[in-house]
Nanobody, 115 residues
Framework: QVQLVESGGGLVQAGGSLRLSCATSGRTFTRYAWFRQAPGKERESVATISWSAGTTSYADSVKGRFTISRDGAKNTVYLQMNSLKPEDTAVYYC??????????WGQGTHVTVSS
């Protein structure tokens, strides 16, 4: 019973771009977020978006390079990542807000940025 299905991770050179996708299973949630976790580091929020208004927020480390968006027809949240840096290397997770917080998660997709 998968609620969020991610895709788009992979290997890219520094300065390149990737787009991550997060598809919901037959419904939408009120808010979504992309998190990431690098080896030896804490999980951090990268970007958030409200479904209805499309209000976004970004971590300072990715502001100006990453863009979160949603497609109402596809019930999908995207994370467009441009000007990628090696420090962006991490496992990226999509999460959805419920009554209990961000407790619905995708399986994670690995992004590796080479120098």
């Amino acid at each position: 019973q998968v609620q969020l299905v991610e895709s788009g991770g992979g290997l890219v050179q520094a300065g390149g771009s990737l787009r991550l996708s997060c598809a919901t299973s037959g419904r939408t949630f009120t808010r979504y977020a992309w998190f990431r976790q690098a080896p030896g580091k804490e999980r951090e929020s990268v970007a958030t978006i409200s479904w209805s208004a499309g209000t976004t927020s970004y971590a300072d480390s990715v502001k100006g390079r990453f863009t979160i968006s949603r497609d109402g027809a596809k019930n999908t949240v995207y994370l467009q990542m441009n000007s990628l840096k090696p420090e962006d290397t991490a496992v990226y997770y999509c999460a959805a807000w419920t009554l209990f917080g961000y407790d619905v998660w995708g399986q994670g997709t690995h992004v590796t940025v080479s120098s």
